[in-house]
């Protein structure tokens, strides 16, 4: 399956080197099976020669192939070369020419941003890394940009979201081609602990927590207190009075220290309580009771709207996966 990686300069090492890590992992997985079936990969650049990477380092490339060839998979790494291209950039004439003829087009990172420059996502979903969903929906709009999940497929177009993510992505596609059994041995192979779903949500909660950190020290004690006692009453009215606050003056305050209401702050913490639990193998009635949720139902429409992915197959796709 002849699979051509696009590297821009400054692209980040990690867009290139992870998915193609995958590919290679997937092919000799798939030659012991018997198989005769493989990635054929080539990392390519406009004007063939070096590629710097945005850490310094340098990479030998091809080419860019005759867009009259025939491909399985045309991937865009991120970057700000992909980022800054312009409509007449040679990396963009060559996508237009060439994703006809291709069985899908992908991206990793920022390289979404060459897809929309080359027309690629107009009327089509898509994503990004977190940090530039705005500046892609504000620079393409007509690209539907979905700030949430790691990677999304409309049609034979898919796009993932930051750096290691596009890992997951290269998974994804490897399921698709060679079946569930070789991309799960791919990931054992390359020790990554989870296969992870396409529609789970780029953050952990526990990392939102960590940007949501409250100034105050009031409110920031609060929120250490919280974290401890998610089994607690933790209603507006409850940590209002904790904080020796009127409810109106507390949920105004938290929101202006941490940009999250009350109710999606608690939330957010119990969905990483939960999300430890299960994946150490907790029952998801148990997870449930002992992140604060009121039952194992609400569990699972809380892991549904924030995740993309009930607390069951999360569990059981962690387990399988390190098993």
Known sequence: MRTVVMALESTQSLDVHGPVEVFQAASRIAAQRGLAVGYEVEIVTPGGGGVAFSNGLTLGAGEL???????????????????????????????????????????????????????????????????????????????????????????????????????????????????????????????????????????????????????????????????????????????AARACLSERHFTRAWRAETGLTPAAYVEALRVERARTLLEDGAAVDVAARAAGFASAEVLRRVFHRRLGVGPAAYRDRFKSAVA
């Open 65 to 239: 192939p005759s867009p009259r060839g025939e491909f399985h998979t045309i991937l865009v790494a991120g970057g700000a070369a992909a980022r800054h291209a312009g409509a007449d950039d040679p990396a963009i004439v060559w996508l237009r020419a060439a994703a006809p003829r291709a069985q899908r087009v992908t991206s990793v990172c920022t390289g979404a941003f060459a897809l929309a420059t080359a027309g690629l996502l107009d009327g089509r979903r898509a994503t990004t890394h977190w940090a530039y969903c705005r500046a892609l929906a504000r620079t393409h709009p007509a690209v539907s940009v979905d700030p949430e999940p790691i990677y999304v497929r409309d049609g034979d177009v898919w796009t993932s979201a930051g750096v290691t993510a596009g890992m997951d992505l290269a998974l994804a596609l490897v399921e698709e081609d060679l079946g569930s059994a070789i991309a799960l041995e791919a990931a054992r192979w390359l020790v990554l602990f989870l296969k992870r779903p396409g529609g789970q949500a780029q953050f952990s909660a526990g990392l939102a927590m960590q940007v949501a950190s409250a100034a105050r020290e009031p409110l920031r004690d609060l929120q250490a207190w919280m974290a401890d006692h998610l089994d607690a009453d933790l209603s507006v009215g409850a940590l």
